[in-house]
């Protein structure tokens, strides 16, 4: 009996290994192809085109203000949701999902219109993306540090920490956030990933970030496209790794579990 | 010295009331149990008094002093709370440092206080743990060495043993109530359970939705409660099925065939149908073979022996009790002449019988 589910999930996990590792090693080896057999062209194009930097850099510095915009903003709506105004969770909750129900293009016809009229100037900084990356990232930071604020009893902590003549700056840095890294450390991941994956913004903005310079790499250069996709999904699991790490580091103060007596 | 005073303190959540107007008030070291079911107020009133909540009229007043507008982290009260509420990021001797680091103190002086203080819950060696590699015990532990270790004028402790196992709670209230008293802060516990309230409190604010029953010495609340459902709350009680007799001068209640002067029944009319509650140990048998007009004719159920004491259940003839199995706690040994189906005669001591009425019993019951 035991053998045969040991069977069925050694299937299962494999047709899952096959399910990811084709399209990547399908990738990688298309990448790496030319008319004339293998060929490092492709990698080679992307390394000596300046746009692919400017674009990387952009990315790279939208990412690290939504992230942090993000993360203050999301933060302190789900404390405020949690200690002051649990009623209203599902509606936040609700609003958080709302993104996914207006297109994208609506968003941006509706904000470059009210823009125009109010703040024209901002429409000319990159930076703009900014408050719509962090639209688009809300219902996955929510759901990250809901999820860690539930896990610990938030009132209680709080109240002791009052109780204990701690005021909030102390009770904020001191026992909420470090209580919430793990769950900061994967809304981060989330936010950042959506940045660098998100492609209808940007290009409507017309602002050449990394996902726009990939497609347009991809109408003149396949392989090239081919490359960019691959060093994208690399990165976001490199992340993904630096952030368990980092995660585990933090945590890693913690003796191991033990057995304890009374 | 702190002295405590909660004035006529109402809390209400939406249309639910919690506090309908509580006074009381506590002196300097004392140990004051607030004790009541679920629902009857005596977490609210704790929060009031810790400033996590703001009542909806009425002052609490800490030395004299009206502290409504102090928030919590100014209060100076040490608060401990049911689900330990230890900070897991930190360890047993951080969480116990941690009131003092917001005080300001230096390194050593923390170092010094915070060590005393988990020597004295006992956890000497277990510095370093974080509060998942300790017991629940411990945990609690943690959180009282956390709470005194700011030296507050006021300790409050929300049921902080109701989440432990039996064995460990009883070591525990004892230990709680051997530091209380040999640091002589002035407590608050909260509790349902009443052995707890009985056995460590200096006296105990019985509650009941919303509403303070009785305020007294554990002796107090047991032997001479003061409404019907501090009775029927704290500890076990008799219920006997009778009118109201006698004279405005000597009062007494007529149970069955009998007239006994019941001091508690002055003030009702002549007639009035009541209910007189007696605890086991105030309640007497004495073997008849026919009714001598002094005591209810009954008729005995079984002993149950329980060490100390032995219990005797007996079924009453009087037939507006069918079926009232009355108990009688009798000490030392040698009762066998109470065995089942000897007939005997009951009776109770009247001083600390209490006289209520149906409705007021029956309203006492329901609030538990």
Request: proline share 4%; charged share 15%.
């Amino acid at each position: 009996m035991r053998t045969r589910r040991h069977i069925g999930l050694g299937t299962f996990v494999i047709i899952v290994i096959v399910f990811f590792a084709i399209p990547l090693i399908s990738l990688l080896v298309f990448s790496f192809t030319g008319a004339d057999g293998p060929t490092i062209d492709a990698w080679a194009s992307i390394v000596e085109n300046p746009g692919f930097y400017s674009a990387l850099g952009l990315s790279l510095t939208l990412a690290v203000l939504t992230t942090i915009a993000s993360l203050i903003l999301m933060t302190a709506t789900v404390l405020w949701v949690h200690l002051r105004a649990m009623h209203l969770r599902a509606l936040v909750e609700g609003i958080t999902l709302l993104v996914f129900a207006i297109p994208a293009i609506t968003l941006v016809i509706g904000a470059t219109g009210l823009l125009l009229g109010l703040a024209p100037w901002a429409l000319g900084s990159p930076l703009i993306l900014v408050p719509f990356y962090v639209v688009l990232s809300f219902a996955f930071t929510y759901r990250a540090l809901d999820a860690g604020v539930r896990a610990m009893d938030l009132q209680t902590l709080v109240d002791a920490a009052q109780s204990l003549g701690a005021g909030w700056p102390t009770i904020l840095l001191r026992v909420i956030l470090p209580n919430l890294r793990t769950a900061l450390l994967g809304a981060a991941f989330l936010t950042i990933t959506v940045v660098l994956g998100e492609y209808v913004l940007s290009s409507l903005f017309l602002y050449e970030t990394l996902p726009v310079f990939m497609a347009e790499i991809g109408t003149a250069e396949a392989q090239g496209a081919a490359a960019l996709a691959l060093l994208t999904v690399l990165f976001t699991w490199g992340l993904l790794v630096l952030v368990s790490f980092v995660s585990r580091r933090l945590g890693g103060g913690r003796p191991q579990m033990t057995v304890v007596t009374t | 010295m702190t002295t405590v005073e909660l004035r006529s303190v109402r809390k209400t959540f939406g249309d639910f009331v919690a506090l309908h107007g509580l006074d009381l008030n506590m002196t300097d070291g004392e140990f004051v149990s607030f004790l009541g079911p679920s629902g009857c107020g005596k977490t609210t009133a704790l929060r009031i008094v810790a400033g996590f909540e703001l009542p909806d009229g009425g002052s609490v007043l800490l030395d004299g002093a009206d502290i409504e507008n102090a928030p919590p982290n100014k209060r100076d009260m040490g608060m401990v709370f049911q689900d330990y509420s230890l900070f897991p990021n930190m360890t047993a001797i951080e969480n116990v440092a941690f009131g003092l680091r917001v005080r300001g103190q230096s390194a050593s002086q923390m170092k010094e206080t915070s060590g005393k203080m988990i020597e004295m819950v006992g956890l000497k060696g277990k510095e370093g743990n974080y509060p998942h590699q300790m017991s629940g015990g411990q945990q609690q532990r943690v959180a009282l060495a956390r709470a005194l270790a700011i030296q507050p004028k006021v300790l409050l402790l929300d049921e902080p043993l109701s989440a432990l196992d039996a064995k460990v709670r009883v070591s525990l209230r004892n230990e709680i109530r051997v530091i209380q008293q040999e640091l002589a802060i002035s407590t608050i516990f909260v509790t349902h359970d009443q052995e707890e309230a009985l056995t460590i409190s200096d006296r105990i604010a019985v509650l009941s939705q919303g509403q303070l029953e009785q305020f007294g010495t554990p002796e107090e609340i047991y032997r001479h409660p003061a409404t019907p459902f501090v009775a029927a709350f704290v500890g076990e009680s008799n219920i006997f099925h009778g009118t109201i007799a006698g004279t405005h001068d000597a009062p007494s209640v007529r149970i069955g065939s009998v007239e006994i002067p019941v001091q508690q029944a002055a003030g009702r009319s002549s007639g009035e149908r009541v209910r007189v509650l007696t605890r086991p140990e105030s309640t007497y048998l004495r073997v008849t073979s026919e009714g001598d007009g002094k005591g209810i004719p009954a008729t005995v159920v079984s002993q149950q022996f329980q060490g100390a004491r032995t219990r005797i259940l007996t079924h009453l003839d009087h037939v507006e009790d069918p079926g009232a199995v009355i108990l009688t706690d009798v000490t030392g040994g040698g009762h066998d002449h109470f065995a089942g189906g000897v007939r005997v005669n009951v009776t109770f001591d009247p001083a600390t019988a209490l006289v209520a009425s149906a409705e007021e019993l029956e309203s006492a019951t329901v609030a538990q």
